[in-house]
């Protein structure tokens, strides 16, 4: 790595999380990077939910040196990488016009990422004779995402996992979004009655998935109490150094000329069976500026549950609650019930929408809609017209989101 000086920067980008113990676990993999390479200016910044945010950690960072490397913490290259990091790039380079800014590869497909995923499960199950794996699944488990492009990729890491290891099964399932669940894994590898049956939870940090994991875990062994289910660590539980090893490789590889973010898989531009509208850049751009702006997704996603016909978020943080947007609430759900409507609405209160001192502010999706300044008296006028009649309250309206 001698060919990074003090001139350049690096600059780690995570997810971002409510949970401070995963917060807390992404500044000790930093701080290990850190520690590695004390000569080396460092940075991190999250796409959401913490600060710094990432256009900010990227203007703190370019201000300091001529050269800024992004790198991903994400296992995979999904929307966040494909959109929200190069968006916030491309704002940054007209920003600071003398700064060099260099996109790092997303942890993705490696057999050493692989074979980090078997030691923790060893770590777990300690060594297996042959015999004993013979008669273990292992339940490889993903984060799950709306980009197909990361689930095959997670599914060829399954495969590199498997391959070699002597188990009775290692069968891919993902947390959320993509399927199958881990519930719906678990009970397909039950019948099969192995003696023990090993959630391997593929996910960098900790987090409210990991706490949802064991707990499902946890009602699957009380179901199945003649079954040994287990869950082993993560990837960051056990030592940061294989990840800042990885890093390292992944930093060596742009710094030798750059790896192109793979596009054979794009949904935004390549045709893919059933998602052949997403194809185009303006689809992507949208949705990056819609997920950065309301914390939501434009992208369909498939739900166990109805689809909603509209969600109507309604913030509830001091100044708005301050000026009514409680009892606002409480009227837009009567009045929604009133009506007798059989339309699939939700109405949700929210943290803080960014519009403080000119709420209470109201937002429906899928319509893209902003009110600001709306009552408790405003409420059966929005429901009428809005939830039900397709209508816009024209003097409430403060911005459309299209």
Not at 258 to 276: E, H, K, M, N, T
Not at 337 to 355: D, L, P
Request: aromatic share 6%; glycine share 8%.
């Amino acid at each position: 790595m001698s060919s990074l000086r003090n001139e350049h920067g690096i600059l780690f980008i995570g997810h971002g999380s409510r949970d401070p113990q995963a917060i807390a676990e992404v500044h000790r993999f930093v701080d290990a990077y850190r520690e590695a390479h004390p000569e080396r200016r460092v940075g991190l910044g999250f796409v959401e939910l913490t600060a710094p945010a990432l256009p900010e950690a990227l203007d703190a960072l370019a201000s300091e040196v001529k050269e800024v490397l992004v790198v991903p913490l994400f296992l995979f290259t999904a929307k966040h990488v494909k959109n929200d990091i190069p968006l916030a790039l491309a704002t940054a380079r007209e920003k600071h016009p003398g700064v060099r800014f260099l996109a790092v590869k997303a942890f993705g497909v490696h057999p050493d990422l692989a074979q980090l995923a078997f030691e923790r499960t060893g770590a777990r199950t300690g060594p297996l004779s042959p015999q004993e794996a013979a008669r273990t699944v292992v339940v490889m488990l993903g984060r799950g995402s709306s980009d197909p492009d990361a689930n095959g990729d997670f599914y060829k890491l399954t495969r590199l996992y498997a391959e070699g290891r002597g188990f009775a099964q290692v069968q891919p399932a993902f947390v959320g979004i993509a399927k199958p669940s881990l519930e719906e894994a678990l009970e397909w590898v039950a019948r099969a009655r192995p003696e023990r049956i090993l959630v391997m939870p593929y996910l960098l940090f900790t987090g409210v998935l990991l706490q949802k994991i064991h707990a499902q875990v946890a009602l699957f062994a009380e179901r199945y109490p003649w079954l040994r289910a287990e869950v082993a660590p993560h990837l960051a539980d056990g030592g940061m150094a294989p990840l800042v090893q990885h890093v390292d490789r992944r930093i060596e590889e742009a710094l030798a000329g750059g790896v192109p973010l793979p596009c054979d898989g794009c949904q935004y531009r390549v045709p893919l069976a059933g998602l052949q509208k997403n194809v185009g850049g303006l689809k992507a751009l949208l949705w990056s500026i819609r997920h950065r702006e309301t914390h939501t997704q434009a992208a369909p996603h498939p739900h166990a549950h109805r689809a909603l016909e509209k969600h109507v978020l309604v913030c509830g943080n001091a100044d708005c609650a301050d000026r009514g947007s409680v009892a606002l609430i409480e009227a837009l759900r009567r009045k929604l019930k009133e009506t007798g409507t059989g339309r699939t609405v939700r109405i949700t209160r929210t943290a803080c929408m960014g519009r403080c001192g000119e709420g209470p502010t109201v937002a429906v999706y899928p319509d893209g809609i902003w009110y600001r300044g709306v009552t408790e008296a405003d409420a059966r006028e929005l429901v009428e017209e809005h939830l039900v009649g397709d209508r816009l309250v024209s003097r409430l309206v403060d911005n459309i989101m299209q």
